[in-house]
């Protein structure tokens, strides 16, 4: 009886071979579980708030590490260090409602926030150093007819990061 059950679930896992994929779709696949930390620059708005769900579960299946991060633009005419407390308090709460979000996910966060003349570059600086796999921006839909389709920090993230970068825009109210 054993032998002839175990001979019967031999010729079914013979006769079942799993699926087979092309070398790039395997590729492709593989390399999405290479991703281990993820960048999310939040601003506190709707649309960056999505990014950190993409964030998540684009790193959900490998329990990636999110970092948050936070940049405050500081304007070259005033000195980087000024204190600006309204700034700093918006950006804590941006920073505690994105975390919220990991946290429902299970993943391990890390909080920052940064003083740059130039958001992308500090981004772009903060990838580097933390050496990121994957940045996820999320940016604003509606897009006026005379502004570029992306910022300025798009602009210089996709020019100067050390890693890959995933721009979310949801669709406008166009579509």
């Not at 940049?71 to 005419?77: D, N, Q, Y």
């Not at 005033?78 to 204190?83: F, V």
């Not at 150093?129 to 602009?155: A, C, K, P, Q, W």
Request: proline share 6%.
């Amino acid at each position: 009886m054993i032998f002839s059950s175990t001979m019967g679930a031999f010729l079914w896992w013979m006769l079942h071979p799993p699926r087979q994929v092309g070398e790039a779709a395997a590729k492709a696949r593989h390399s999405l579980f290479a991703v281990k930390k993820i960048l999310v620059p939040t601003s506190g708005f709707p649309y960056s708030e999505r990014g950190v769900e993409l964030a998540c579960r684009l790193g959900q299946e490998q329990k990636a590490e999110i970092f948050l991060a936070y940049i405050m633009e500081i304007p070259r005419t005033m000195p980087l260090g000024i204190p600006l407390p309204d700034l700093e308090l918006k950006a804590k709460e941006a920073l505690e409602r994105a975390d919220s979000i990991v946290v429902l996910h299970g993943l391990k966060t890390d909080k920052m926030i940064h003083r740059a003349r130039i958001a992308g570059e500090e981004i772009s600086r903060i990838a580097r150093e933390n050496d990121v796999d994957m940045i996820v921006l999320g940016i604003r839909s509606h897009i006026g007819l005379t502004e570029n389709i992306l910022g300025r920090t798009s602009d210089v993230l996709l020019r100067h990061a050390p890693c890959e970068v995933i721009i979310d825009k949801l669709p406008g109210e166009n579509y």
